[in-house]
Nanobody
Framework: QVLLVESGGGLVQEGCSLRLSCAAS????????MAWFRQAPGKERESVAALSWSSSNTYYADSVKGRFTISRDNAKNTVYLQMNSLKPEDTAVYYC?????????????????WGQGTQVTVSS
């Protein structure tokens, strides 16, 4: 069992930065693939970024490439999402997800554990 708790969301202006954190419980965190998804009002949940357990493989949605960075600190059982140059279209609830194994890490059905979400709002 893995419990995920996100933090770091908020209201920012366009062009600003935020760093989301996801603290995980469980001693096997270092062996889990991790990802960030987001869901905007009226839209389906979409993948934002994913990271393998070893950090050797990463995935980014085209819409965030070059602006967002996913990373993990296994010693702290935490995964991060650094978001730079934020745009109003980045406004959504951001969710952290974890899975012991994934195929490509881009699909929500691959993940077994989810956080409660943190709101990110970007004003223009």
């Amino acid at each position: 069992q893995v419990l995920l708790v996100e933090s770091g969301g908020g209201l920012v202006q366009e062009g600003c930065s935020l760093r989301l954190s996801c603290a995980a419980s469980g001693r096997t965190f270092s062996l889990y693939a991790m990802a960030w998804f987001r869901q905007a009002p009226g839209k389906e949940r979409e993948s934002v970024a994913a990271l393998s357990w070893s950090s050797s493989n990463t995935y980014y949605a085209d819409s965030v490439k070059g602006r967002f960075t996913i990373s993990r600190d296994n010693a702290k059982n935490t995964v991060y999402l650094q978001m730079n140059s934020l745009k109003p279209e980045d406004t959504a609830v951001y969710y952290c997800a974890a899975a012991p194994t994934v195929v490509n890490g881009r699909e929500s059905y691959e993940y077994d554990y989810w956080g409660q979400g943190t709101q990110v709002t970007v004003s223009s």
